[in-house]
Structure formats: structure tokens, C-alpha cells
């Protein structure tokens, strides 16, 4: 499949600020007082998002996870208003009400995040059953975890998806670790592409680590989505490099294991394609991490001086 240099750029852009973006949040969330709740943050796993996103148009749908600011940096939130809403400030995105875990970014077709495991592939297929009984001509995708794919909601995800043809994507980001478990300690099967078969839908292994190799595997389904034939299963094998969240210090994770994926980086290895197939040079490289560098400075700025909402406030635009 050839993919256009302007997509390639874009990938390796939205990875980058996605790097920066999590960098920053890593140390601010070590400040006492700065961030309120957990920091999950998905370093090493970038080019899942960033693949994915970048085949996908506006107007379709992503239903992410947790471990969201990836997808939907890559989806094209902005980046002053999702770091406002991590520091609960009333010029977040959410207006200070879902913090770091329930981000919701409709404006960008990124209408939920789940934090219950496993519940966003149901939310997911409710999306594009309303996409097909409208004959839209968008697709759903749906990031969710290794952990979450043991669930039962996932399965009648899955199940109802491949029955009624919908046009969803479900993109397993096996990242080896459910919080403390390793996938052998939760899951029968090394590899949970082979649930596809059970659900009628054709499955896919990917290098998760390699922006380019999800984005072909997501155009492809999207594809086969917008021609009526129904969803598809990619399995993006890939590696949290940091712990479950922040507070996490990784006494599970062996350290060889660590840096043996660290070297896997997706980053520098979509540079150095960019590079040697003369899309970018190593200077218009060191320029994308200055602007994510001055986009990231800006938003923290924008989200330190921003009010908290008010009291009053805090009934609007919820269910109660
Ligand atoms: C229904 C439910 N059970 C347990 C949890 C606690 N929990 C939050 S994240 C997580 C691990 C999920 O692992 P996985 O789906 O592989 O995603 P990852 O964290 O690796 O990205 C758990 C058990 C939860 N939020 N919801």
C-alpha cells in the first residue's frame, strides 16, 4: 500500500507530541497538588494511536480506553484543552469535570473514553450500529487492551459486530502487561487475534511498534467496513514501557525486558524510514520536537492559569 509522505509526517508528528506531551505530564504528576488522580500514560506505545488515527478521516469514531492521550492527540484534540482538562481546569475539554481518565473530545469524533475495562467495545459497536442504521459512510475503531479483551462485554462486542456486519474496527493494543499480569497469567492464547475466527471477522497481527504497519492494517479495515463487510480484529503487539500508572514502580516488569522494547521505540524508527526514504531531514526531525516542545510549554501554561470551575457548576452537562 503506498502511504502519501504527508501522512508519514503526520504519524511521526503526532508520536512526537504524544512523546512530549506524556514526558511532561510524567514529571508534573510527581508535583504534589499539581495533577489530581492517577497518570496513565501509554510511552512506547504511540504508534498504535498514531498509525491508527492517521487512517481514519474526521468524521469517524474512536472509543478509547485509560490510556487515551495518544489516540486522541493522534484523532487532533487539541492540545491546550486536553492538558486543561488533566489539571481539572474549567477550560478543559470537559470543563474540568473528567480529569485524566474520562476525556471525551466530541468535536473530534472521540466521544467517550472508558475507564471500565472492556466497556468501550459495547459503546463501540452501539456507535457504528447507528452508523449502519444511517447509512453513514464512517467507521467506528475501538482502542482497547489485552486485559479488557478477557472481559465478557468484549466478547458480545464482538459477537453482535460480526452478526450484524457493523463497521468497527477493534484495535487490541497487547501492550504484555493487564496492570500487574503478564498475558500468560489472564489469557489461554498467545495470541488474541485468534478470537476474530469465533466472530467471523478476519484477524490481524501487527507490529504495534511500527506506525506504518497500523496504519495499512487500519486502512485495510476501514476498507472492508465502508464496503459493507463488516468489522475487523488487529492485534498491534506492542510494550508498556512505563508502570500500570505512574505510582507503578514496575517490580513485574523485568529491566532487560524493558530496555530490550525501549530499543524498539517507535519514534526513532519511523525517523530513521522518514529519513532514509527522504520524506524529512534530520533538522525538519529536531524542528517537530522543538514545536511539540513549545505546543506542550504553552498548554501547561494555559492549564496552570486557567480557573478551576465553580461550585455552581458542578451539576451542568452531567446525568444526574
Ligand atoms: C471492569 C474493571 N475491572 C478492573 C479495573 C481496574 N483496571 C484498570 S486498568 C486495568 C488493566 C487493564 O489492562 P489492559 O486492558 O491490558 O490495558 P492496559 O492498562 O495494559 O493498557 C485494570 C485491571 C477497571 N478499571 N475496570
Not at 213 to 220: D, I, K, L, N
Not at 269 to 275: A, G, K, N, Q
Request: aromatic letters at 6%; charged letters at 25%.
Amino acid at each position: 500500500m503506498a502511504i502519501s509522505a504527508e501522512k508519514k509526517k503526520e504519524m511521526l508528528w503526532t508520536m512526537i507530541l504524544s512523546r512530549r506531551f506524556e514526558d511532561e505530564l510524567m514529571e508534573l504528576c510527581k508535583i504534589e497538588g499539581k495533577i489530581h488522580g492517577m497518570m496513565i500514560l501509554a510511552t512506547g506505545q504511540e504508534a498504535v494511536g498514531s498509525g491508527a488515527c492517521a487512517a481514519l478521516a474526521p468524521e469517524d469514531v474512536i472509543i478509547t480506553n485509560h490510556r487515551s492521550h495518544n489516540h486522541l492527540l493522534a484523532k487532533g484534540a487539541d492540545a491546550k484543552a486536553l492538558m486543561a482538562e488533566i489539571f481539572c481546569k474549567a477550560t478543559g475539554c470537559n470543563k474540568g469535570k473528567s480529569g485524566t481518565l474520562h476525556l471525551a473530545v466530541p468535536e473530534v469524533n472521540a466521544p467517550c473514553t472508558s475507564t471500565v475495562v472492556g466497556a468501550g467495545p459495547p459503546i463501540a459497536a452501539g456507535q457504528a450500529f447507528a452508523q449502519q442504521y444511517k447509512r453513514e459512510k464512517r467507521v467506528t475503531l475501538c482502542f482497547f487492551g489485552d486485559g479488557a479483551a478477557a472481559e465478557g462485554s468484549v466478547h458480545e462486542a464482538m459477537n453482535l459486530a460480526g452478526l450484524w456486519r457493523l463497521p468497527l474496527i477493534f484495535i487490541c493494543e497487547n501492550n504484555v502487561y493487564a496492570g500487574a499480569q503478564r498475558l500468560e497469567e489472564h489469557t489461554p492464547v498467545a495470541d488474541l487475534v485468534s478470537r476474530a475466527a469465533g466472530y467471523a471477522m478476519p484477524g490481524v497481527i501487527v507490529d504495534g511498534n511500527d506506525a506504518l504497519a497500523v496504519y495499512e492494517a487500519v486502512a485495510t479495515a476501514k476498507k472492508r467496513a465502508l464496503a459493507g463487510e463488516g468489522p475487523s480484529f488487529i492485534e498491534c503487539k506492542t510494550y508498556r514501557l512505563r508502570g500500570h500508572g505512574e505510582a507503578d514502580p514496575q517490580l513485574y516488569q523485568p529491566k532487560d525486558e524493558i530496555s530490550a522494547w525501549q530499543e524498539k521505540c517507535p519514534i526513532p524508527r519511523l525517523r530513521d524510514t522518514l529519513v532514509s526514504e527522504g520524506v524529512i531531514t534530520a533538522a525538519d526531525f529536531q524542528a517537530m520536537e522543538k514545536q511539540a516542545q513549545s505546543m506542550v510549554e504553552e498548554a501547561v501554561r494555559f492549564a496552570e492559569d486557567s480557573p478551576y470551575p465553580s461550585p455552581e457548576e458542578a451539576l451542568e452537562d452531567v446525568l444526574v
